[in-house]
């Protein structure tokens, strides 16, 4: 009768060799066992499995039979771990090795994968572990539905708990919107200010041009005369054009400033209607005008050809089935 201790030998030189010196090393150059390394890796987890296992339980018949298998595989790990560039064609020999190494790799599993699961089974005492695992399920089943009672009293408090909060999270988001408005518009109110006095030195340096154009007359005819006149046309054109740019730009921030001052208006009256009144459908309606207030077109008189946005806003179209 085959003796189970006679495994425990040849499991355990596989320990001797590190497998990762047997895919690739330094005195191997250019030539690997990339190629084996599944079957490699394959050969040492199966390995370890058996050793962790109660093989004593096996018959004699299933010990001989993994003996044997466990001794081809490990003819090839030998010949893997003593692999040299000496041996006549490296390449074949390699190939040769990797081969075989796949050929007793399948035959180890083969030999060996009806009886892992059997011994698995035999040292983890799995009817025990089963009433275990019946026990601990009902318990909890039992703390599930404790909670569920404990979630369903509990739940009245947690919906005011979460509408306060959304309250908070709201009035929060309105209040610093609106002094980002207001801190816009006062930063334009700056720059508008400042394309003032740009375009009012424009305008002076223009009107002080033309005056010295107009005062200085010198006496000249022909072409010295049409070139003296063009050149000063050119400067005052330029000039000009300066001083509408600047007023250009003048106009364009006292607008932003405009309609961000609107904006935070509008957020503000938001705010005190909402703290005002606890009708929802005051707040709805509130919320829907201010929504228009803030993503509709202001008209503020600066720009020229402002189109007036009579149209529903794409932004207002989308918020208003929710606040219905």
Same mark, same amino acid.
């Given at each position: 009768?085959?003796?189970? /201790?006679?495994?425990? +030998?040849? !499991?355990?030189?596989?320990?001797?060799?590190?497998?990762? !010196?047997?895919?690739?090393?330094?005195?191997?150059?250019?030539?690997?066992?990339?190629?084996?390394?599944?079957?490699?890796? /394959?050969?040492?987890?199966?390995?370890?499995?058996?050793?962790?296992?109660?093989? /004593?339980?096996?018959?004699?018949?299933?010990?001989?039979?993994?003996? @044997?298998?466990?001794?081809?595989?490990?003819?090839?790990?030998?010949?893997?771990?003593?692999?040299?560039?000496?041996?006549?064609?490296?390449?074949?020999?390699?190939? @040769?090795?990797? @081969?075989?190494?796949?050929?007793?790799?399948?035959?180890?599993?083969?030999? $060996?994968?009806?009886? %892992?699961?059997?011994? *698995?089974?035999?040292?983890?005492?799995?009817?025990?572990?089963?009433?275990?695992?019946? $026990?601990?399920?009902?318990? #909890?089943?039992?703390?599930?539905?404790?909670?569920?009672?404990?979630? $369903?009293?509990?739940?009245?408090?947690?919906?005011?708990?979460?509408?306060? $909060?959304?309250? *908070?999270?709201?009035?929060?988001?309105?209040?610093?919107?609106?002094?980002?408005?207001?801190?816009?518009?006062?930063?334009?109110?700056?720059?508008?200010?400042?394309?003032? =006095?740009?375009?009012?030195?424009?305008?002076?340096? =223009?009107?002080?041009?033309?005056?010295?154009?107009?005062?200085?007359?010198?006496?000249? @005819?022909? #072409?010295?005369?049409?070139?003296?006149?063009?050149?000063?046309?050119?400067?005052?054109?330029?000039?000009? *054009?300066? =001083?509408?740019?600047? &007023?250009?730009?003048?106009?364009?921030?006292?607008?932003?400033? &405009?309609?961000?001052?609107?904006?935070?208006?509008?957020?503000?009256?938001?705010?005190?209607?909402?703290?005002?009144?606890?009708? +929802?459908?005051?707040?709805?309606?509130? !919320?829907?005008?201010?929504?228009?207030? %803030?993503? =509709?077109? &202001?008209?503020?008189?600066?720009?020229?050809?402002?189109?007036?946005?009579?149209? +529903?806003?794409?932004? !207002?179209?989308?918020?208003?089935? /929710?606040?219905?």
């Amino acid at each position: 009768m085959a003796d189970a /201790s006679q495994l425990e +030998p040849k !499991l355990s030189r596989f320990g001797a060799v590190d497998k990762r !010196l047997l895919i690739q090393r330094t005195e191997w150059g250019s030539i690997d066992f990339s190629a084996a390394a599944g079957d490699v890796d /394959s050969i040492y987890e199966i390995v370890s499995i058996l050793r962790d296992l109660p093989l /004593s339980r096996l018959p004699s018949n299933a010990i001989t039979d993994i003996a @044997n298998v466990l001794d081809q595989v490990w003819v090839w790990i030998e010949r893997n771990n003593n692999f040299s560039l000496g041996e006549g064609s490296p390449a074949d020999a390699r190939n @040769n090795i990797v @081969n075989n190494l796949a050929a007793v790799q399948q035959q180890l599993y083969v030999t $060996t994968h009806q009886w %892992i699961p059997f011994l *698995a089974y035999l040292k983890g005492d799995i009817p025990a572990q089963l009433g275990q695992i019946t $026990t601990s399920v009902s318990q #909890a089943g039992q703390a599930k539905g404790d909670f569920d009672k404990y979630l $369903t009293d509990q739940r009245g408090e947690l919906d005011r708990i979460i509408q306060a $909060t959304r309250e *908070a999270s709201a009035e929060a988001g309105v209040g610093q919107f609106t002094q980002d408005f207001a801190n816009e518009a006062e930063s334009r109110e700056t720059d508008a200010g400042t394309w003032l =006095t740009r375009s009012t030195w424009a305008a002076v340096t =223009t009107l002080v041009a033309a005056t010295a154009f107009f005062l200085f007359r010198p006496d000249l @005819n022909g #072409a010295a005369l049409v070139q003296y006149t063009t050149s000063k046309l050119v400067i005052l054109a330029m000039l000009i *054009a300066i =001083t509408a740019w600047c &007023a250009g730009n003048y106009k364009a921030n006292k607008h932003q400033a &405009a309609v961000s001052r609107h904006k935070a208006h509008a957020l503000k009256t938001f705010q005190a209607f909402v703290q005002a009144s606890d009708n +929802p459908a005051i707040k709805d309606a509130v !919320l829907l005008e201010t929504t228009r207030s %803030i993503f =509709t077109h &202001a008209q503020t008189g600066f720009l020229k050809g402002e189109a007036s946005s009579e149209g +529903p806003s794409r932004i !207002l179209e989308v918020i208003k089935p /929710s606040a219905e």
